[in-house]
């Protein structure tokens, strides 16, 4: 009950905590290269589940969030807390669901 | 007189053409291919074709799909490069007249290859669909399509392929937790030897340069799977158990990688998953001789051809350095900055020098390994994996 709250809570607050550009290119950066390590540049699934928008349809912002920031015990997904924040993870989750890959936008 | 002019009249374009063949056929760059390499350029989907003598970069090779985690092996005569993309793509690249020679797409998600010991046939790993595949070196063409089928029908991810000898390959099913030993003696009667319950999600593995000796890293509990390929009857054994039990595991933000020449003398050196140690094991005993405190979590554990050197580099938050490990007094005798995003490192074919792929600042930095002076910078896009053709002659590689 106070996980759903405190989510409520991030969830709310993340329209004021919109990251500025710099995080946000570091941020994508992050995405591409880092949850890509498992989840493949172009988002496709490797050793991690494909996180392409299709893929995450009928996920709860709450559900994405409390991945990413604590991870899933007993699977190979890290806790990202350190990293990024509740808000920055909740426009990382908007990034996700949004687009594409950014990766394949600059190929060849 | 007249007639002996008109025949030297008509002989001299002859002449001059046959010249002209000629000076053509000896201008043709003739070299050998020992000392070239190629690097993956992951999100460009191409590989830079480079020579390690001059350390330069003859050629980029586009359009090779989706190169994350991308690998290679080359053929026995060191002519051509077989990549292995994450989008299944299989290409095979010749690296003497700088093209794309086939590619084919043969699952949805691999993660590696390998070459049989006689050069003829290249394995895939897939994890979508979970299986191997097995395919012609010279035309691609697919011999065998092996899916990993555990428990009620699943598919497990494959990891963890090599060659062995004898015309075999081995590899571990992630999700199975088994390992299958593949005899391609007869290509038209595949032989598969299993084992099951080698421990929970092998994630990579490596075979020791001998060909002898197949161990597997396990992610989903402590410990390691061995395999004797003289002694497969004898079965897997688990070794280092006990190891890190009761170490609070850190988070693991990239799976290590076990492939590579980390064995020297008697000792192989592997990565400790989830620890900022890399593990050194006496493969007489096989049991655990040091746990050596490193600057991160090991990403890549390798030794200098010679085996006076470990070099390791690291997964995200650390991957900016690169540490060598001191083979005789077994700890860390020199950090490394080489830059933002360091994902991998070759030896040139003697590990004379090293080459290692800086992501971030788009270079390929080449250190000396006596000296640890930078010898030079190479620009390429995101570079990733660097693979030499010194890798042919390997068995495991």
Known sequence: ?108 | MIEINKSIDKSVPLLLLLLYLLGNVCLAELRGSGDLGVVIERERGSVLIIETSKRSILARVEKLGDLSHASVVFSRDQRYAYVFGRDGGLSKIDLLQDKLVRRVVQAGNSIGGAISQDGRFIAVANYQPGGVKIFTSDTLELVADIPAVYGDDKRSRVVGLVDAPGRQFVYSLFDAGEIWLLDMRDPSRIEIQKFSDIGRQPYDALLTPDGRYYLAGLFGESGLALLDLWHPEEGVKRILPEYGKDDEKLPVYKMPHMEGWSVTGNLAFVPAVGLHQVLVIDMLQWRLVKSIPVAGQPVFVMARPDGRQIWVNFAFPDNQQVQVIDVEDLSVSRTLQPGKGVLHMEFTPRGEEVWISVRDDNQILVYDTRSFQEMARLPAVSPSGIFFTSRAAKTGL
């Open chain 1, 1 to 108: 009950m106070w996980r759903c709250l405190l989510l409520l809570c991030f969830a709310t607050s993340a329209a004021a905590g919109k990251p500025d550009p710099q995080r946000q290119r570091e941020l994508r950066s992050l995405l591409k290269n880092d949850c890509g390590a498992c989840h493949g540049l172009t988002r496709k699934g490797g050793l991690g589940p494909p996180l392409l928008p299709e893929a995450l349809a009928g996920k709860s912002d709450a559900e994405l969030l409390r991945t990413i920031q604590e991870g899933r015990p007993g699977t190979a997904m890290p806790p990202w807390k350190p990293f990024v924040d509740a808000d920055e993870t909740l426009w990382l989750i908007e990034e996700l669901l949004r687009k594409q890959p950014v990766s394949m936008e600059h190929g060849g």
